[in-house]
């Protein structure tokens, strides 16, 4: 079985702290993702990767970076962080190739910033 | 740009009745769509999902979907309600422009089982 793993469940933090979300894959997928969820607006994703170093932006990268330095890691840095970044995070990979490929998620991070 | 609908935000059945949650989808190219499921404190995990070919879909724990391009809808249903599938319900559409963009989720469904 596909397992992705979030390095942690919980998280506390306090504003203006540099936070990093850590995101490791076992399956050799090449696209990984972060994903924020919040109550009533569904998913909505901030970045993704289809490789290594590469990066794009996805619908709300503002207040967010990423990096991935190997193959199996993403990780998501909260550069500074605010009170409206209070989420849960959701991190997904998935193999190449048309987008007809199913994500597959981590069990999330329920990140708190007071 | 695309975009998922899902209507009712909670929806209640009773424990053996159908379950019918709505999903519409706007595209403009030829979408590939899923349904996940989230359990409390988990992530996601993929019920089904339709790309080409048959459009009624199965797929994990008596769930089902039908693809219906003139309604632009992929409904999920399932016979008859189980205690156990209390959750949360997400549709996602991803187009089929090819690369590795990320899907395009509704705004969830919770699934309420009454007994």
């Known amino acids: 079985d596909v397992k992705v793993t979030q390095s942690s469940r919980y998280l506390v933090k306090r504003t203006g702290e540099k936070v990093f979300l850590e995101c490791v894959q076992d399956?050799?997928?090449?696209?990984m993702f972060w994903y924020r969820q919040d109550p009533g607006l569904g998913l909505r994703l901030i970045y993704f990767?289809?490789?290594?170093?590469?990066?794009e932006k996805g619908d709300i990268p503002e207040g967010y970076s990423v990096s991935r330095e190997k193959k199996e890691r993403f990780s998501l840095i909260l550069e500074s962080a605010s009170t409206n970044q209070t989420s849960m995070y959701l991190c997904?990979?998935?193999?190449?190739?048309?987008?007809?490929?199913?994500?597959?998620f981590g069990d999330g991070t329920r990140l708190s910033i007071l | 740009a695309q975009s998922v609908t899902q209507l009712g935000s909670h929806v209640s059945v009773s424990e053996g009745a159908l379950v019918l949650l709505r999903c519409n989808y706007s595209?403009?190219?030829?979408?590939?769509l899923f349904w996940y499921v989230q359990y409390p404190n988990q992530g996601l995990q993929l019920l089904l999902k339709?790309?080409?070919?048959?459009?009624l879909v199965k797929g994990i724990n008596g769930f089902e979907a039908e693809f219906k391009k003139s309604e632009t809808s992929f409904h999920l249903t399932k016979p008859s309600a189980h205690m156990s599938d209390a959750a949360e319900y997400f549709c996602?559409?991803?187009?089929?422009?090819?690369?590795?963009?990320?899907?395009?989720f509704g705004k969830g469904t919770h699934l309420i089982i009454q007994p």
């Open positions: 595209s403009s190219v030829p979408p590939y």
């Open positions: 990767s289809y490789d290594v170093k590469m990066k």
């Open positions: 997904a990979s998935s193999f190449a190739g048309a987008n007809n490929q199913p994500q597959h």
């Open positions: 339709y790309t080409t070919g048959a459009t």
């Open positions: 996602a559409v991803s187009d089929s422009g090819g690369g590795a963009d990320g899907l395009t």
């Open positions: 399956m050799d997928h090449e696209n």
